[in-house]
């Protein structure tokens, strides 16, 4: 991890590196207490980042990470007092002088949470930015000696082009260099021979052609053969063996199977059944079974991952124990445990540690990279990704390889050694996901498309349309009437804090709010409730007005969802206090201090019609409980099954719940004061190949309108060499 440094230090660098090359600074930002420099080439360091002022743009490790201008001018006048505070005031003076005191608050509020979201920052334990309460912020990292030019025709981010005005005399000179230098290369290439060799583009060859989604993929121990487990047209998973240098493909007879692991000794780890959760999410028992074939042992429950030891004698397995996720390895062994969810466990060559991917919020594919001992010692070595799927070790053990993305879902191959430092490995138009690495550097991903849609049907009509936005759309609300859809757009597009917006159920134009993750709409439809960045609780006009933040008080972190109660006065929603679990809070929308109204450890908080229960996950992490707003003793909901998700109906006696699928949902409406439940809809998309799930339903107060999301993913097989 990157390491603050002295004030000093960092104020003489920039210094330093200001006076020796024009740092280029927005001449509408003029410097406090000098005049602004003129518009050089400049590219600023500090730890694995740099920081290019006239393309507006950062790049980690040579990628380019995606971030907008406030939030990069932000960053342009934090950089120029490197250890010094730089006040709310004066951000607000240079950037926002035309806002009104809750806009700017909003705005600044966000820019810094998208900055920080950028460089994988955080408030709590800044690298880079550090927030000084009710004041400003202050830029605590070091900067790199020497400046780089970079890119001397990009516009600078006033949309002002770098100065032309150079001398024919130079122009000259620099075209002559060029000639000079590119024979001295062709000769050095004419007598060094055969020493000179051309870097070769990496070999793909599509092991898959059929219409589906590719979920694993392993090099069996023959060194040829390759073995994947795929959902082709709609059909359940199955376990596929195939040969590069022959055509054809053989199913190894395991349906409703997922493969975990292959090992050197030929066997399979297999998860059974595939009960999919979402999209990334398989959990079921842990199998072993020869690759010729037969019925898997059972070795452990309610597992979602596994890998085998290189001597394939011992297995590492993600398993779900009393609502967290526990690390093993080897079975029974714990080395460590989360209340978000653990992925891609890869043990190493040697044995002695394990990598693997651990997000924070179960559900997401945003975290990080880890790697933890047989001692238990766990340290994170790359970090800030937003998506982050695909774990395997080099092939000489020395390097991490992973698939992941700063924004959106389009992830890249990187490489992380274990000191921390990583590279770019490779990338590709739509995104790759890493699957395995041969001892012989061979390498198998999947190219993937990828899309969360949203589906309606508006009040009276007998057709559902599709009213998706960008490349993820999640709907959290439905207004009463059915004729508006509250939504995160949570794309590409949208960057590291999603967008949140409405739009109307018969297809016209979505409309932004602002950014975040949103909750619901007020009874009125006035407002929208959006959380950004964990740090700040909003409420978002759906039409004319400003966005109002709420006092954050003694809370440390928020969770997602944050909703209205019935009065249209206050706002339900979980976070975590300094020394506590995450709970149940309620809060004046007008004033007042937040009050918790759950036990600690419920992290979902949806208030009933009369706004007299909350329904949220169990003690244990799990199911479903009913928590009195007036305190009492929890209960159960009443006849709710294992897995199933619920929402309540716009009468407090009934649900409606429904399990995530990948085919046709059934909802049904269950009374939680008897158990009773009845069929009320059926949900199928148009087309269910490479469907992972049907979530996010709600209805309107009648129950006749409702919105949907559904997930695809499309994905084929490929074998790469050459990659380095």
Same mark, same amino acid.
């Given at each position: 991890?990157?390491?603050?440094?002295?004030?000093?230090?960092?104020?003489?660098?920039?210094?330093?590196?200001?006076?020796?090359?024009?740092?280029?600074?927005?001449?509408?930002?003029?410097?406090?207490?000098?005049?602004?420099?003129?518009?050089?080439?400049?590219?600023?360091?500090?730890?694995?980042?740099?920081?290019?002022?006239?393309?507006?743009?950062?790049?980690?490790?040579?990628?380019?990470?995606?971030?907008?201008?406030?939030?990069?001018?932000?960053?342009?006048?934090?950089?120029?007092?490197?250890?010094?505070?730089?006040?709310?005031?004066?951000?607000?003076?240079?950037?926002?002088?035309?806002?009104?005191?809750?806009?700017?608050?909003?705005?600044?509020?966000?820019?810094?949470?998208?900055?920080?979201?950028?460089?994988?920052?955080?408030?709590?334990?800044?690298?880079?930015?550090?927030?000084?309460?009710?004041?400003?912020?202050?830029?605590?990292?070091?900067?790199?000696?020497?400046?780089?030019?970079?890119?001397?025709?990009?516009?600078?981010?006033?949309?002002?082009?770098?100065?032309?005005?150079?001398?024919?005399?130079?122009?000259?000179?620099?075209?002559?260099?060029?000639?000079?230098?590119?024979?001295?290369?062709?000769?050095?290439?004419?007598?060094?021979?055969?020493?000179?060799?051309?870097?070769?583009?990496?070999?793909?060859?599509?092991?898959?052609?059929?219409?589906?989604?590719?979920?694993?993929?392993?090099?069996?121990?023959?060194?040829?053969?390759?073995?994947?487990?795929?959902?082709?047209?709609?059909?359940?998973?199955?376990?596929?063996?195939?040969?590069?240098?022959?055509?054809?493909?053989?199913?190894?007879?395991?349906?409703?199977?997922?493969?975990?692991?292959?090992?050197?000794?030929?066997?399979?780890?297999?998860?059974?059944?595939?009960?999919?959760?979402?999209?990334?999410?398989?959990?079921?028992?842990?199998?072993?079974?020869?690759?010729?074939?037969?019925?898997?042992?059972?070795?452990?429950?309610?597992?979602?991952?596994?890998?085998?030891?290189?001597?394939?004698?011992?297995?590492?397995?993600?398993?779900?124990?009393?609502?967290?996720?526990?690390?093993?390895?080897?079975?029974?062994?714990?080395?460590?445990?989360?209340?978000?969810?653990?992925?891609?466990?890869?043990?190493?060559?040697?044995?002695?540690?394990?990598?693997?991917?651990?997000?924070?919020?179960?559900?997401?594919?945003?975290?990080?990279?880890?790697?933890?001992?047989?001692?238990?010692?766990?340290?994170?070595?790359?970090?800030?990704?937003?998506?982050?799927?695909?774990?395997?070790?080099?092939?000489?053990?020395?390097?991490?390889?992973?698939?992941?993305?700063?924004?959106?879902?389009?992830?890249?191959?990187?490489?992380?050694?274990?000191?921390?430092?990583?590279?770019?490995?490779?990338?590709?138009?739509?995104?790759?996901?890493?699957?395995?690495?041969?001892?012989?550097?061979?390498?198998?991903?999947?190219?993937?498309?990828?899309?969360?849609?949203?589906?309606?049907?508006?009040?009276?009509?007998?057709?559902?349309?599709?009213?998706?936005?960008?490349?993820?759309?999640?709907?959290?609300?439905?207004?009463?009437?059915?004729?508006?859809?509250?939504?995160?757009?949570?794309?590409?597009?949208?960057?590291?804090?999603?967008?949140?917006?409405?739009? *109307?159920?018969?297809?016209?134009? #979505?409309?932004?709010?602002?950014?975040? $993750?949103?909750? &619901?709409? !007020? =009874? @009125? +439809? /006035?407002?929208?409730?959006?959380?950004?960045?964990?740090?700040?609780?909003?409420?978002?006009?759906?039409?004319?007005?400003?966005?109002?933040?709420?006092?954050?008080?003694?809370?440390?972190?928020?969770?997602?969802?944050?909703?209205?109660?019935?009065?249209?006065?206050?706002?339900?929603?979980?976070?975590?206090?300094?020394?506590?679990?995450?709970?149940?809070?309620?809060?004046?929308? *007008?004033?007042?201090?937040?009050? #918790?109204?759950?036990?600690?450890?419920? $992290?979902?908080? &949806?208030? !009933? =019609? @009369? +706004? /007299?229960?909350?329904?949220?996950?169990?003690?244990?992490?799990?199911?479903?409980?009913?928590?009195?707003?007036?305190?009492?003793?929890?209960?159960?909901?009443?006849?709710?099954?294992?897995?199933?998700?619920?929402?309540?109906?716009?009468?407090?006696?009934?649900?409606?719940?429904?399990?995530?699928?990948?085919s046709s949902v059934k909802v049904y409406r269950l009374n939680i004061l008897t158990g009773h439940?009845?069929?009320?809809?059926?949900?199928?998309?148009?087309?269910?190949?490479?469907?992972?799930?049907?979530?996010?339903?709600?209805?309107?107060?009648?129950?006749?309108?409702?919105?949907?999301?559904?997930?695809?993913?499309?994905?084929?097989?490929?074998?790469?060499?050459?990659?380095?």
């Amino acid at each position: 991890m990157w390491r603050p440094c002295s004030p000093e230090k960092s104020a003489n660098q920039l210094a330093a590196t200001a006076s020796t090359a024009n740092v280029a600074i927005d001449a509408r930002l003029p410097l406090k207490g000098k005049s602004a420099v003129h518009n050089g080439n400049q590219t600023i360091r500090f730890g694995e980042f740099e920081a290019d002022l006239h393309a507006g743009e950062i790049r980690k490790f040579g990628s380019r990470i995606k971030l907008q201008d406030q939030p990069f001018r932000v960053l342009q006048i934090l950089l120029e007092h490197p250890g010094d505070l730089v006040t709310r005031e004066e951000l607000q003076s240079r950037i926002w002088p035309e806002e009104s005191f809750g806009d700017f608050d909003h705005a600044v509020n966000v820019a810094v949470g998208k900055l920080r979201a950028a460089l994988g920052d955080s408030a709590e334990n800044p690298s880079f930015i550090e927030t000084v309460p009710r004041r400003g912020y202050r830029f605590v990292a070091c900067l790199d000696e020497g400046p780089v030019d970079t890119h001397p025709q990009l516009p600078a981010i006033n949309g002002v082009l770098p100065s032309r005005m150079v001398s024919l005399f130079n122009r000259t000179l620099l075209a002559f260099l060029a000639v000079v230098i590119s024979g001295i290369l062709v000769g050095s290439g004419f007598f060094l021979g055969h020493r000179t060799t051309r870097s070769q583009p990496p070999d793909f060859q599509r092991l898959t052609v059929r219409r589906g989604t590719v979920y694993s993929a392993r090099f069996a121990p023959d060194g040829h053969s390759v073995i994947y487990a795929a959902s082709w047209d709609g059909e359940p998973t199955e376990i596929f063996s195939t040969d590069p240098k022959i055509p054809g493909v053989r199913s190894l007879g395991l349906s409703a199977t997922q493969l975990l692991a292959v090992s050197s000794l030929g066997e399979m780890a297999v998860l059974q059944p595939v009960g999919n959760h979402f999209l990334f999410l398989d959990r079921g028992t842990l199998g072993q079974v020869p690759l010729t074939g037969g019925s898997p042992r059972q070795l452990a429950e309610s597992i979602d991952w596994a890998d085998w030891s290189t001597d394939g004698a011992t297995l590492a397995a993600v398993r779900n124990v009393n609502g967290k996720q526990r690390l093993e390895f080897p079975l029974g062994h714990v080395l460590c445990e989360t209340a978000g969810w653990i992925s891609h466990p890869r043990i190493s060559p040697k044995g002695d540690q394990v990598a693997f991917l651990d997000h924070p919020i179960y559900g997401k594919d945003e975290g990080v990279v880890s790697i933890i001992d047989l001692e238990r010692h766990k340290r994170v070595v790359s970090a800030g990704w937003e998506s982050v799927e695909g774990l395997a070790w080099s092939a000489n053990g020395t390097e991490i390889w992973f698939s992941g993305a700063q924004a959106g879902t389009e992830r890249h191959i990187y490489a992380v050694d274990l000191a921390g430092h990583q590279r770019l490995v490779f990338r590709a138009p739509g995104g790759v996901t890493l699957q395995d690495i041969a001892s012989d550097g061979r390498v198998l991903v999947t190219r993937y498309e990828q899309r969360g849609r949203m589906m309606a049907l508006a009040p009276g009509a007998i057709k559902e349309r599709e009213v998706s936005w960008g490349d993820w759309s999640v709907p959290t609300d439905i207004s009463s009437d059915g004729n508006t859809v509250l939504f995160n757009e949570e794309g590409a597009e949208s960057g590291p804090t999603y967008t949140v917006a409405v739009r *109307d159920t018969r297809g016209s134009p #979505p409309i932004p709010l602002g950014q975040g $993750m949103t909750g &619901n709409l !007020s =009874p @009125d +439809g /006035k407002w929208a409730s959006t959380i950004v960045s964990n740090a700040h609780l909003l409420l978002l006009p759906t039409g004319a007005g400003t966005a109002r933040q709420i006092d954050q008080s003694d809370i440390q972190e928020y969770w997602y969802g944050a909703n209205w109660m019935p009065d249209g006065k206050q706002i339900v929603f979980s976070g975590k206090r300094t020394g506590h679990a995450i709970q149940c809070f309620v809060q004046d929308v *007008d004033g007042g201090k937040p009050r #918790p109204v759950s036990p600690e450890g419920v $992290m979902f908080c &949806n208030i !009933s =019609p @009369d +706004g /007299k229960l909350i329904a949220g996950n169990g003690p244990a992490g799990d199911g479903g409980w009913l928590y009195p707003m007036e305190g009492g003793p929890p209960r159960p909901i009443r006849g709710l099954q294992a897995d199933e998700s619920f929402a309540w109906s716009s009468d407090p006696r009934f649900m409606y719940v429904y399990q995530w699928k990948q085919s046709s949902v059934k909802v049904y409406r269950l009374n939680i004061l008897t158990g009773h439940r009845e069929l009320f809809r059926e949900m199928t998309p148009p087309d269910v190949a490479g469907l992972q799930s049907i979530s996010h339903i709600h209805f309107s107060s009648d129950g006749q309108a409702y919105v949907y999301s559904y997930t695809r993913l499309l994905s084929e097989l490929y074998l790469v060499k050459g990659l380095k």
